[in-house]
């Protein structure tokens, strides 16, 4: 089984700064896209960032500018340095991975259970 365990999430005011940290662990065959997503009270999951293997990174247009994600490929861990936050940052963020766990031959999406991101003064 493959578990992700996000951290880092807490309140901060507007204009600070949050670095997320998102591990991926258990039968690990190989990752490749590791992602991060939000969701606000009553509003869907959306897309925050995305990184491939190789370093390529995909931003929403809203946190361009503001957020960089990064993955460490040997720890199995992908980061999101949260700048310049905004109150209507303020979500649930989830981590996402494609995974091929150890011995599979399909790849498979898994997803942190989230961490609160609350930007308020």
């Known amino acids: 089984q493959v578990q992700l365990v996000e951290s880092g999430g807490g309140l901060v005011q507007p204009g600070g700064s949050l670095r997320l940290s998102c591990v991926a662990s258990?039968?690990?065959?190989?990752?490749?896209?590791m992602g991060w997503y939000r969701q606000a009270p009553e509003k869907q999951r959306d897309l925050v960032a995305t990184?491939?293997?190789?370093?390529?990174?995909n931003y929403v247009d809203s946190v361009k500018g503001r957020f960089t994600i990064s993955r460490d490929n040997a720890k199995n861990t992908v980061y999101l340095q949260m700048n310049s936050l905004k109150p209507e940052d303020t979500a649930v963020y989830y981590c996402?991975?494609?995974?091929?766990?150890?011995?599979?031959?399909?790849?498979?999406?898994?997803w942190g259970q989230g961490t609160q991101v609350t930007v308020s003064s």
């Open positions: 990184i491939t293997r190789g370093g390529s990174t």
């Open positions: 258990g039968r690990i065959g190989s990752i490749n896209a």
């Open positions: 996402n991975a494609e995974v091929r766990p150890y011995s599979y031959t399909t790849w498979n999406d898994y």
